[in-house]
Structure formats: C-alpha cells, structure tokens
C-alpha cells in the first residue's frame, strides 16, 4: 500500500505519543512503516518500511513525532 501525504491528512492529524508497534506514515517519505522504538527524550521514533520491495526493510532513525501521521488498524 502506497501512501503520498497530503496537506489535508496533515492538516486532521492528532497529537499523540507514539507507540512501538504504530502503523503510520511520515511526511517525506514514501509508504508505510511501523514503528520499532521511541525516544520519548528527543521526541523521535524509529520506524521500519513496511513495503515488501525493501528486503531487508528499511529502518529510518530520529523521525521527528511532528512528521508522524497515524494510520488505523486494519
């Protein structure tokens, strides 16, 4: 699943904490990904591609929360 973020998704996000195991979407960049721990010091997580292209998945470190965008459970 492909998921391009737009201002109108951001523009509705809530603010939360979150959590290992969120389901989400980052502004900049492309797919989905789960996350794989939190800093809650720095306010960051660590997420992991969710696309199955990337094998092994791609882990982006020190994603900002501000940049986070929620996806719901399937």
Do not use: C
Request: net charge positive; proline share 8%.
């Amino acid at each position: 699943m492909q998921v391009q973020l737009s201002a109108d998704i951001v523009a509705v996000k809530k603010k939360r904490v979150p959590k290992k195991g969120d389901v989400l979407g980052a502004l900049g960049h492309t797919g989905t990904f789960q996350v794989l721990s939190v800093d809650l010091r720095n306010r960051s997580v660590d997420p992991r591609s969710l696309e199955k292209r990337n094998v092994p998945a791609e882990v982006l470190e020190g994603v900002p929360w501000s940049t986070l965008v929620y996806l719901p459970p399937k």
